[in-house]
């Protein structure tokens, strides 16, 4: 999915902007149980590329991805994971 820069489109869950955000507007399935709210890691992604055009990952999101399945060195939860630049990401099975 391309997104232009600036004009990311919203679904209105998660963070604005955030991956999880972005992924819905464009129709991409990705889990959220919990509404986006970070209480939860069901959005649980492996970013492949352009971790550094994400935003920074705070305390609670880091908490809260210990209990992720799959956890990776580059794993964030796409709900809390604003994106301002190129990212690739995997969705864990």
């Known amino acids: 999915m391309t997104v232009e820069s ?3 489109p919203r ?4 963070r604005a ?3 999880l955000d972005v992924a819905l507007a464009g129709q991409v399935r990705l889990t959220h149980d919990c ?3 970070g209480a939860c890691t069901t959005c649980h992604v492996v970013v492949r590329g352009g971790w550094e055009n994400l935003s920074r990952m705070g305390a609670d999101e880091e908490d809260r991805l210990d209990l992720a399945s799959g956890l ?3 794993s964030r939860l796409a709900c809390q994971a604003v994106v301002r630049g190129d ?3 995997e969705i864990p099975a």
Do not use: E, I, N
């Open 6 to 8: 600036g004009a990311s």
């Open 11 to 14: 679904a209105g869950s998660g």
């Open 17 to 19: 902007g955030s991956l």
């Open 35 to 37: 509404g986006g709210s």
């Open 72 to 74: 990776t060195a580059r």
């Open 87 to 89: 990212v690739v990401v």
